[in-house]
């Protein structure tokens, strides 16, 4: 019997529940392990426990922004991609690149965009 290789576990991080709800299920619909947060500092927590393949997080949140989990996450974990998710526009979109997201996605994301940039980034990390 061929073992089964491990369902890569992917982080999301977002505030509105809606938006929270739409994207963990996609992403679960792709065949990935699912973790999420409704807040960066939710989410801050639930990445200090580890065994995460990847992150999508939501720039602007209440408490911890996602660019302060992309700057936390690349100090300690700089080998997990990050791909951050923005309804606002450019700025924030600069400052999530500056702090090193791997990606930055425009809302309303489109699914068939999200799923070929996480399965891009994790691809690449098997390949390493």
Known sequence: ????????????IEDDPDVLATVTK?????GYEIIAASDGMEGMKKLESGG???????????FISGVGVVT???EKMPHIPVIAMTGYGKEPEAAAMEKKADFVLA?????AVLKDTIDRLLDNRDNE
Not at 26 to 30: G, H, K, S, T
């Open 1 to 12: 019997m061929k073992k089964m290789p491990k369902k890569k576990t992917i982080l999301v």
């Open 26 to 30: 996609q992403i679960n619909y792709m």
């Open 52 to 62: 995460f393949d990847l992150v999508v997080t939501d720039i602007v949140m209440p």
């Open 72 to 74: 936390a996450l690349k």
């Open 107 to 111: 809302k309303p994301i489109k699914m």
